[in-house]
């Protein structure tokens, strides 16, 4: 046994004991820390670029993903992965200054913002779980994340039709689906989410991210106009309103 195992077991055992009251209400499942959660930690975070970081058991299910859609000479190439929350706020307030500045009130900037992007410290991209996929194997259109080139004649319809009938057994799912029912981020056919890791972290994101007080400590442009209502309609809308096949059982 080497060294550090044998601190690491003793050690256990020590907590264990000390522990044991407690332990016996815990759920043994991955644990995420609030920093992972809201993108300031890397969960298992493998890769080195804005196109290749990702969750380490994300990688390994994308790549057999990326293998089998290849034999149907469909070429998966990822065009976001993971973004961590400094990203993230630069994109918020990149946008919240330029809509201030266009004369939109407090209010109305903050709804225009999140018809496309996420507060800061919410997105699924800061889980390494969650990927924005086009095809390379065909001509790129203009201006790649438009739901019409993934539908009737457009350049990724074949990627779509693909992935509608394979990603889930890869355990990947669409997660802004076209429902029209559904409310918060619109439809975004290319934004995927490997579901046994993304499915733990978002129980945990529920259980320990009190989102209006995370907003606050992070000092977020234009969390003071965050109102109670506004965070709850946003958690409900977009956080929670997503592919039914991506929420925890408890929800
Ligand atoms: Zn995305």
């Known amino acids: 046994m080497r060294r550090d195992d044998f601190i690491k077991i003793s050690g256990l055992a020590g907590l264990g004991v000390a522990l044991m009251p407690t332990l016996s209400f815990v759920n043994f499942g991955p644990t995420f820390t609030r920093n992972q959660l809201i993108g300031k930690g890397k969960p298992d975070i493998v890769g080195n670029s804005y196109t290749s970081k990702m969750h380490k058991a ?16 469909i070429n998966i190439e990822v065009v976001s992965a993971y973004r961590n929350f400094q990203r993230q706020k630069e994109i918020f307030e990149g946008k919240y200054k330029r809509y201030t500045k266009q004369g939109l009130s407090p209010d109305k900037v903050l709804e225009k913002i999140i018809e496309y992007s996420t507060i800061p410290g919410t997105s699924r991209h800061h889980w390494g779980t969650d990927l924005d996929i086009i095809d390379a194997s065909v ?16 350049a990724f319809c074949r990627l779509k039709e693909w992935l509608n009938h394979n990603a889930e057994t890869f355990g990947f799912f669409e997660v802004y689906t076209d429902n029209g029912n559904r409310k918060g981020f619109k439809y975004e056919p290319w934004h995927f989410s490997y579901s046994p890791v993304s499915i733990p972290m978002l129980r945990a994101y529920k ?9 606050m400590e992070e000092h977020i442009m234009g969390s003071e106009h965050f109102s109670p209502e506004f965070i709850s309609q946003y958690v409900t809308e977009n956080i929670l309103d997503i592919n039914p096949k991506l929420l925890p059982w408890e929800i």
């Open 58 to 73: 994300t990688k390994t299910a994308f790549d057999k993903m990326k293998a089998a859609a290849a034999k149907e000479n």
């Open 207 to 215: 259980e320990q991210i009190d989102v209006k007080k995370m907003l």
């Open 139 to 154: 001509p790129r259109p203009a201006n790649v994340l438009q739901p019409e080139n993934f539908h009737g004649t457009g």
